[in-house]
Structures are given as structure tokens and as C-alpha cells.
Nanobody, 115 residues
Framework: QVQLVESGGGLVQPGGSLRLSCANSGSIFRHYVVGWYRQAPGKQRELVAYITSGGSTNYLDSVKGRFAISRDNAKNTVYLQMNSLKPADTAVYYC?????????WGQGTQVTVSS
């Protein structure tokens, strides 16, 4: 059983920063693609960023230059550093890993950007 545990969400003012963490007790992150998704109320879940086992990254156009995904193999954790946050970034953020065709999700962490 793969368990993903997200943390780091919260309420932040526009222009502020947050760092989300996704932890796993095993060492799967170094071997598989790990993605951060988000889902705003009334909208479909969308892929925000992902990092491959080789360390390549990719981002949703609307977060390029503001968000950065990274991985700490020693801590079995993937991070999403979010800077210059906007109200449009408000959503529940989930991390995801696909193993053998099956998607594993964390419980999600709420990010609210508001003044």
C-alpha cells in the first residue's frame, strides 16, 4: 500500500509564498514520476507540475516562473515551492504517483490565496 501525505497548505495573501510537501515512507519517489495536481471548487483537477525519476520537471503554463517542484531522496519527499501566489491558485493540492497503471493520491492540502 502506497501512502502519500501532503502538508504545508494554508491561507496566504496575494504575492505570498508557501511550500507544500508530499511524503512517502518508502523510496518510490526516486523511481517514478511524481506530480502535483490541484482542484478548485467547480473545476476539474489539473496537473500543476511533475518531476521525473531523472529530475526533469514540467509545469502548467500559468505557474511557470512562480512554482518549483523538487525532490529530496534522503527524506522521500517531493516539494512544491509556490511563490507570487494569486487568488487563482486557490485550490486543494494533491500529490500523485502512478505505479503499474494505478494512481495513488494523497489526502490533499488546502491552499487559499486571499487578502
Amino acid at each position: 500500500q502506497v501512502q502519500l501525505v501532503e502538508s504545508g497548505g494554508g491561507l496566504v495573501q496575494p504575492g505570498g509564498s508557501l511550500r507544500l510537501s508530499c511524503a512517502n515512507s518508502g523510496s518510490i519517489f526516486r523511481h517514478y514520476v511524481v506530480g502535483w495536481y490541484r482542484q478548485a471548487p467547480g473545476k476539474q483537477r489539473e496537473l500543476v507540475a511533475y518531476i521525473t525519476s531523472g529530475g526533469s520537471t514540467n509545469y502548467l503554463d500559468s505557474v511557470k516562473g512562480r512554482f518549483a517542484i523538487s525532490r529530496d531522496n534522503a527524506k522521500n519527499t517531493v516539494y512544491l515551492q509556490m511563490n507570487s501566489l494569486k487568488p487563482a491558485d486557490t485550490a486543494v493540492y494533491y500529490c500523485n504517483v502512478n505505479l503499474a497503471g494505478y494512481d495513488y493520491w494523497g489526502q490533499g492540502t488546502q491552499v487559499t490565496v486571499s487578502s
